[in-house]
Each structure stands twice: as C-alpha cells, then as structure tokens.
C-alpha cells in the first residue's frame, strides 16, 4: 500500500470502519451526524435517490457557480440535459486525433528525462492534459500560453485548499466568520486568475459562435470540426438574439467543465503510469497487446479503440484503487430507506468511494491488491453496478467516463511503445484535497525501450 498523510488517513478510516462493521455506520463533523455507506447496495440507493449535493459543496460555489457540480437539483438537471448532448460518442470519437497527437507531444516532452533515474513528471503531465482539456471543454488553443506558470493551476488549488479548509475546521463554515479570515482573502485572489482566464474563452466562443450563426444565415455551410462542449452548449442555448444563459452562467459551466476534465484526468494519468510501473509483467503484457492490435505506429481509432482490452483493464485497475473523488457526498430531502437502516429527511450521507471499491465482500480477499486480470472475466468483477464507484454511479456520476478512458488509452500507447517506466507505488504518500491526490509525482524512471 502506499504511504499516507495524516488528512488522508482520517478521511480513509471512517470508510475501513464502516467496512469493518459491514453496515453503514455514523460520524460527526462537528455537531453534525454523517451516515458512511460502502455497500453497492446501499450506494444505487443513495446516488439515484438522493440528487441533492451535501452542503459542504456549497463552498465550492465562490469558484463553480451553481449550475453543475454544486448546483441545486433543478438547475442541475437543465445544465445536465444540455451537456449530455456534447459527450455524444461521435463527438468523442473526434476527440481522438487531438488526444493521439497530444499524447506523442507528451511523449516527445519527456525525452530529457529519459535514462535520468527518478523523474517528476507531474508537470509535464498537467501541460498536457490542460491543454487538451482547454480544446475539448472550451475549444480554446493554448497556443504556447503556459498556464502552469501563468499560476492558474496554483490558483485552482489555492481554491480547494480553502474548500478543504472548510471542511475541516467547522467554524470556518460560517460565512461571517470565514468572510473575515485570511483564506477569504486568499480566496478572492485566486478566483480573479481563474475567472480570467473563463471569461476571456467564454467571450471568444461566443463571438465564434455569433459568426457561424451570421455564416449560416448566410448560406455558407460549415466544414467539420471538432466540437467542444462550449460550442454545443452555445449551439442549443443560444441564437443571434437570444440566449438561455448569462455571461456569468457561461463562465460557471466553463469552470466546471475544465476542472472536471483536467484535474480527474491529469492524477488518474499519474496513478496508471505508477500502478504501471509499479508492476513490471503488467507493462509487458501492456505493450504486447499495443503491438499485436496496432503494431509499431498505428495510433488509437474508433475501431481499434475496443480491441486494447488488457489495457482497457489496466485503466480502470489503477482508477479503482485510486479513485480521485474518493468520497461523494449528499443530502436527503426525505426519509431515505437502506436496506438495513432508515436515514432521516435533512440528512448527509458520505459513499465511501475508496472503501467500496475496496469491499471484499464484493471484490474478493484481494480487493487491495492491483490486479488488472480481474477485468478480463464477468466470473471475477463485482455484478453489482455500484460495485465499481470511482466515476459515482448514479444520476449526478460522472459525464466524462468514456473521455476520460479514451484519453487514458490514447496517453499510454506511444508511452509504452517508446519507453520502460519503473515506479514504486510504496513510495507515494496520498493527500485528500477534496480530491485524492499524490503528494509528488516523483519516483518515475523513464528508459528507452530496446
Ligand atoms: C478518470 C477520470 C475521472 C474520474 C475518476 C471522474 C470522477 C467523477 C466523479 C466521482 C464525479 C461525481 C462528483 C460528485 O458527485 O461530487 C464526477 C462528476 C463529473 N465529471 Fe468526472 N471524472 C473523471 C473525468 C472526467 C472528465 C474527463 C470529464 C469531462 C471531460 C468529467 C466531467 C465530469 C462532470 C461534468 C461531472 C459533474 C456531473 C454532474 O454534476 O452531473 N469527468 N466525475
């Protein structure tokens, strides 16, 4: 197992005490009573029934707005019903010559790298997912623009580190309180760079967007085009007259929309270069299988993209023991019926993401252990649906599955095909802020494949 930090650690044993007593069992966050769920059962449950956000998402807002992520069931609902039609799988399937091309940049970054012992490679990393996530969410090149260092990324942060903070020191959850704290400060200050950079794309798809609309008005037909989840929001929201939503509004989707993309995505990618690594017969079942499905240098396809199974069982391996929200977290607005207990109206309840992916019961006796082969036979995964919780199995889960598993497949082809990655997952120490994260990316080495 890898090592752990001290937030980390509390955060994961509410989960292996629920385990532990098999059924759900209660916390207090202050005065407040948390009900710990980690069976599938009992997760269908609470993620189809209760919609409704806890209310610690609530100090989510000042960053996301209340249209996605923390919005209130029917707001969710409308902004859900519109994104649902960008994660079409034809438009997906556009998304892989950009996700192709992005990885064999990625690839070429870490040349320097190579043969050098144990690298951090996090920072390439990120680059490189934010740069795709800002084409596929918002349709904007970066073209050179390094938002790494233009501290946006820190600032993303920043904001979570509040939320965390939050969370965690219960007399911070008082606005009158908390509005006159150093983080308040600190968090108005983060928001002016990432509201900057939102606003600037949300205005330059808008205009975009009123151009195609006067072309066509026009008579002129468009090419093809990849389209990004802006644009197909803009294309069903908005008219040359008229538009569903507000600047504002826009901007909110926006921001959900990328740091839903690219901050899931850039430390699943670590997790999988670690978990593979960590495991040198994996890799080389890995790359075997890229050569005998693409050979030296065919790139991932629609209709290759099914065939890269082992792979495929690799990916959801390494997001199943380290799933990046490892908590999900709601509110019931009725008495809510488990199979084994009743929680009460007005209730929060936590799914134990880490822990029910972690369920022997459902797993088997080497629920803790990487194993990939477990994906390959229907005898040896979990038949209950909810068995599997990292992209949170319900109503409000995850849009982005699909992409991001496509992603993941296409970042680890030229990866594996050019290098050999040697990590030790023992030696990677976790940390929960809101999200679960590694506390480095160090301890990957990087070698030319002979
Ligand atoms: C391996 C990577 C990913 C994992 C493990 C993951 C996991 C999750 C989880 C657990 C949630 C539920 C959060 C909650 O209830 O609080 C969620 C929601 C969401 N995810 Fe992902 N995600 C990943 C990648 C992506 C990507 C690549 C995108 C977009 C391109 C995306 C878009 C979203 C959106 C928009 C939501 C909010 C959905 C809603 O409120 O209806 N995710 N994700």
Redesign the pocket.
């Known amino acids: 197992m890898m090592k752990t930090k001290t937030t980390f650690q509390s955060v994961i044993s509410f989960g292996e005490y629920a385990l532990k007593t098999g059924d759900v069992c209660k916390i207090y966050l202050g005065p407040m009573p948390i009900y710990i769920v980690t069976d599938p059962e009992d997760v269908s449950t609470v993620l189809n029934k209760c919609l409704e ?1 806890m209310f610690v ?1 609530k100090f989510i807002q000042p960053m996301l707005g209340k249209m ?2 923390a ?1 209130e069931v029917p707001v ?1 609902k409308r902004t ?1 019903r519109i ?1 649902d039609l960008s994660f079409k799988q034809h438009i997906l399937d556009d998304y892989l010559e950009l996700f192709n091309d992005q990885s064999s940049r990625f690839v070429d970054s870490l040349t320097e790298d190579v043969g050098k012992g144990e690298v951090d490679i996090t920072e390439k990393i990120i680059k490189s997912v934010l740069e795709t ?1 800002c084409r ?2 918002l349709g904007v090149r970066l073209d050179g623009k390094d938002l790494v260092n233009d501290n946006y990324i820190v600032a993303v942060n920043e904001c979570l580190e509040v939320l965390t903070t939050r969370i965690y020191r219960p007399w911070l959850m008082f606005d009158f309180i908390f509005n006159m704290s150093v983080y308040k400060k600190k968090l108005d200050k983060a928001l002016e760079t990432i509201f900057s950079l939102s606003e600037q794309m949300v205005r330059l798809r808008k205009s975009e967007h009123l151009k195609r609309l006067k072309k066509k008005g026009d008579g002129n037909v468009e090419g093809r085009r990849i389209q990004s ?1 802006l644009d197909v929001v803009l294309e069903n929201t908005m008219t040359e007259t008229d538009s569903l939503y507000t600047d504002v509004e826009l901007r909110n989707i926006a921001d ?2 990328l740091l ?2 690219y901050d ?2 850039i430390y ?1 990618m670590l997790f999988v270069i670690i978990c593979i690594g960590s495991y040198p017969d994996v890799q080389e079942k890995v790359y075997q299988e890229i050569i005998q499905v693409l050979g030296e240098d065919g790139q991932l396809s629609k209709e290759n993209l099914s065939q890269l199974v082992y792979l495929e069982a690799v990916i959801k391996e390494a ?1 199943r023991l380290y ?3 490892p908590i ?2 709601r509110d019931t607005t009725s008495d809510t019926k488990l199979r084994n207990v009743m929680i009460p109206k007005g209730s929060s309840i936590m799914v134990h ?1 880490w822990s029910v992916n972690r369920n022997t019961k459902y797993w088997g006796l080497d629920a803790e252990e990487f194993k990939p082969e477990r994906w390959l036979s229907p005898d040896t995964v979990p038949n209950h649906p909810a068995a599997y919780a ?3 199995p319900g109503r ?6 699909m ?3 496509m ?2 497949k296409a970042a680890m082809i030229p990866l594996l095909r050019k290098y050999k990655l040697t990590a030790d997952h023992k030696k990677v120490e976790l940390e929960v802020t809101v999200m679960l994260k590694p506390v480095s990316g160090h301890f990957v080495k990087i070698e030319k494949r002979q």
């Open positions: 956000k998402y996605l992520v919005a969710w859900r994104l996530s596929t969410t989840v959900n929309m839903a993309a899931t995505t699943e997001i799933p990046i929200g999900v977290a993401v990292s992209f949170s409000r889960g995850c849009i982005g599955k992409y991001a598993l992603y993941l």
